[in-house]
């Protein structure tokens, strides 16, 4: 599948507004970026070698910040464009997944841990 930049932002934003309105107006100091590939920096930070990274949060989660905590730099989500389109199948699934990755990765800013995400995304499957 091919997907242009373009498109992609697309994708992202229509991922947006599909997610529950409560969990995107909480969101403050939150930049959304897209990259086609995660930097070699990243992939340290995150001990991926060779793994599959399809988003990345980076900041301090809402649940770790202090009373002080203002005139910070924004926190940033980066969604990985050719990491999703590796494990998407045709359109619908590269929707779903991009979609997923966002969720996933505006989860992380409330504080979710990967355990707690993963059981309220089986939940919300059933």
Not at 8 to 15: G, H, K, N, Q, Y
Not at 22 to 28: V, W
Not at 52 to 60: D, I, K
């Amino acid at each position: 599948m091919e997907l242009t930049d373009q498109q992609f932002d697309t994708l992202i934003t229509r991922a947006m507004d599909e997610l529950p309105h409560h969990y995107i107006k909480g969101l403050k100091n939150v930049v959304i970026v897209m990259a086609d590939e995660p930097t070699d920096e990243q992939r340290q930070k995150m001990h991926l070698g060779d793994g599959l990274l399809l988003g990345l949060y980076e900041g301090v989660p809402l649940t770790q910040r202090g009373s002080g905590w203002s005139g910070m730099l924004p926190d940033k989500i980066t969604m990985f464009k050719n990491q999703i389109l590796a494990v998407a199948h045709d359109e619908e699934s590269l929707f779903e997944q991009t979609k997923r990755t966002l969720w996933h990765e505006i989860a992380h800013y409330y504080g979710l841990d990967h355990d707690r995400i993963d059981e309220l995304e089986a939940r919300s499957s059933h």
